[in-house]
């Protein structure tokens, strides 16, 4: 995994260790007691879900289909997939509007964002849980960071992360390697910080930017993007870019955040509720 983006150099107060009942094995060597949703915003994702949810754990606590009002079979197949899956029929428009809905939607600790067109990997849930869970509070995925990659990414989209990943690092001091990219993961209790008050694709820009400014403590992990299996996507690089580009100006005018207090001793993977 790649190093922190963030560091405080305080340490939060210890807490007692969660009763062992209320932890969830992940490996023979890893348990947690935090829960986790995971949020899949769909929109006509009938003939992809079989394989999104393939890959997702079985010990996820929640799922969270947000329905972009599908005129296909996505919420049948979802239930007949999942049975307790939470379905949320989305009033807005747009992936932010999604995310947002999805987010509000959530019952558990931790709260885990993907894609539902095959292109994000469920498998990788556990690095960025096991991040959570040993100290971070905002996990981003990267392409870029050493064990990453992707198969989907062209030529004019990678050049404009890129430009926009070193805008964001230099006005914000943080060492990003991938902004425009889906797969992420926090601690519920950040929410109120993250805000999410955009409707499209520049929702991953809005969500990095606003964890920093709040002083999160952020953790990239490697993550493989997949091509889209069916169907077609709704991004447009250029269109998406400019959307992503406005979305740091307005947030480089806008009031900064309120930052969090700094912790006073940094918690050991048991404090997080690891073991």
């Known amino acids: 995994m790649s190093p922190d ?30 829960t986790v949703s995971v949020v899949v915003p769909a929109m006509n994702e009938a003939e992809n ?9 079985q010990w996820i606590d929640e799922i969270v289909l947000v329905d972009g009002n599908s ?7 979802a239930k007949r997939l999942r049975p307790n899956v939470r ?54 995925g990267s392409r870029y960071a050493t064990g990453g990659g992707s198969d989907d990414l062209t030529f004019t989209r990678t050049f404009g992360n890129k430009v926009l990943t070193g805008l964001v690092n230099k006005i914000y001091g943080t060492q990003y390697t991938d902004l425009c990219y889906g797969y992420n993961a926090f601690w519920a209790r950040h929410l109120d910080v993250l805000n999410i008050d955009c409707a499209g694709f520049e929702v991953e820009t809005l969500m990095n930017i606003r964890a920093a400014k709040a002083g999160l403590k952020i953790q990239e992990v490697p993550s493989h993007e997949r091509c889209r299996i069916h169907g077609e996507s709704n991004l447009h690089a250029v269109r998406d870019g400019i959307r992503v580009l406005k979305t740091i100006i307005r947030e480089w005018r806008a009031k900064p955040a309120a930052v969090l207090p700094e912790p006073q001793t940094a918690a050991p993977a048991a404090d997080q509720g690891a073991a």
């Not at 807490?15 to 490996?27: A, K, N, V, Y």
């Not at 005129?71 to 197949?77: E, S």
């Not at 960025?128 to 981003?140: M, N, P, R």
């Open 87 to 140: 379905v949320v029929t989305q009033t807005g428009k747009g992936k932010g509007d999604a995310l947002a809905a999805g987010f509000a939607a959530c019952t558990s600790d931790i709260i885990v964002m993907i894609d539902a067109d095959g292109s994000t990997d469920g498998r990788e849930i556990i690095q960025f849980v096991g991040a959570l869970v040993t100290g971070a509070d905002f996990v981003k």
């Open 71 to 77: 005129v296909d079979d996505t919420v049948a197949v």
């Open 5 to 34: 983006i963030t560091k405080h150099s305080a340490k939060p107060p210890l807490r007692s260790m969660p009763p062992i009942e209320r932890f969830t094995p992940l490996t023979p060597h890893m348990a947690i007691s935090p």
């Open 49 to 57: 879900l079989p394989h999104v949810f393939a890959t997702l754990p």
